[in-house]
């Protein structure tokens, strides 16, 4: 088996406690895909690397890479953690979320550099404040492909258009203009807004967006339907996503602040 010793880019995706005092320490890197790591004595006080391997960490790692098994790390050159995400409890549950599904869509050891990058910028977004939910949601859709489910966004499955009011068809694998809702009368009768965001989720670029609004109505939308697609057709709910509807439900005990339109099934 062959073992390279090399300079990588990674982000720590998860830790375990191993034996006394090792520590498992599974990164994303930029060339090598996932690897998992022993730290020998990591648990141990004193330890030199330990800013390297905290939670929400990038950093620029010198290590030896094993195609199969267990990797070993040299040296942390750089290393700095995502502080507002790390401080707060909210935004730390959706970028675990958001973490964990990545891992899940692709095997350890296949090199993923656009999700690497993709991984680091969702984070920064979510870090400089900008709405986690929707930041989740972009990483959602775009992984849609990676778990073999490629929805339609552009326009009608049976005849492409994109000018006539679009809903979601889970039977059809995409987007049905309104001549051809009759086909499935288990659409999801998206609200508009929600449609029109999802479409465009499929496309852009996270490195190009510096803000977004969108409403709660909107957003309860979007999670519905990303729900739904999820537990109907990928079928991963990572332990992680459990904790953040748990959270959003003890929102929801909270007195309302304003009211919110519900979904509307217009046909
Ligand atoms: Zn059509």
Redesign the pocket.
Known sequence: MSKEVAEFNGLVLARHNYRESDMLVKLMTDRFGKKMFMLHRARKPGFRMAAGFLPFTVGTYVGSINDNGLSFMTTVKDASQFQTISQDIELNAYATYLLSLIDEAFPDGEPIPRWYNQAQTSLKLIDDGLDPAVVTNITEVQLLQAFGVQPEWRG?V??G?NDLPLDYSEQYGGV??R??WYLDRYRFHVLPKAMYLLRWFSVVDLTQLHSIQVSEATKKDLRRVLDRIYQDTVGVVPKAKRFLDQMHKWDQQLPPISTEEKPQSTD
């Open positions: 009608c049976i005849d258009r049905l203009c001549d051809h």
